[in-house]
């Protein structure tokens, strides 16, 4: 099983990348923020989760040890596959714990191809995880809830169609100055 790749990246569609490792190109499969966070022909460590079916093989792929850990305990979850689990490991963490902490489904719903009871058992799975390895999520005091990522917002730009990771990255790009949910929702609508 590989655990790690060391090498240069360089990007290919938004959410994969090729990892060049003496030569051999190996392609990995990413959260969005991920993708985002590499720079194209530069050398990275990229985390890696290998997954294994009878008729595929796949490299997923996480900036740190914590991101692959989250995601190989989604997807050990019923009903939840290698993309949705991508899809909620592009999620910020600091938002999965606070969803955790006030047990608010909402959030979790806003992600394509999760539902209310799928989001309700996936509460608890999540709540079993940050009791069993805290260090996934970090520490409580140790990860702010950064303003942006207000649920508000995350729930009318899903009304509205966009996918989480979408949202995230067009919240993440907002300027700090933005205090309302209406003004961030207007931004992100205008970067979209």
């Not at 995601?71 to 939840?80: A, N, R, S, T």
């Not at 649920?151 to 979408?166: E, F, K």
């Not at 309302?180 to 929702?185: G, I, N, S």
Request: aromatic share 6%.
């Amino acid at each position: 099983m590989i655990s790690h790749l060391r090498g240069t990246v360089h990007k290919l569609d938004p959410g994969e990348v090729s990892v060049d490792v003496a030569g051999v190109g190996y392609r990995v499969t990413v959260p969005v923020d991920v993708w985002d966070a590499l720079r194209e022909g530069e050398p990275n460590m990229v985390w890696v989760s290998t997954y294994v079916r009878e008729d595929r093989l796949e490299l997923f792929g996480f900036l740190d040890r914590a991101g692959r850990t989250l995601f190989e305990e989604l997807i050990k979850q019923q009903g939840i596959g290698p993309r949705l689990g991508l899809e909620l490991c592009a999620v910020p963490r600091s938002i999965l714990l606070n969803t955790v902490n006030t047990q608010d489904p909402a959030a979790l719903m806003s992600i394509k191809g999760i539902g209310k009871r799928t989001a309700e058992k996936l509460l608890l799975e999540l709540k079993s995880l940050v009791e069993k390895k805290p260090d996934i999520f970090g520490s409580r005091e140790t990860l702010p809830m950064r303003n942006e990522f207000d649920q508000d917002a995350i729930a009318a730009l899903s009304q509205l169609g966009y996918d989480a990771s979408t949202i995230m990255r067009a919240l993440r790009e907002l300027p700090a100055t933005l205090t309302t949910t209406e003004e961030r929702v207007a931004a992100a609508l205008r970067g979209l």
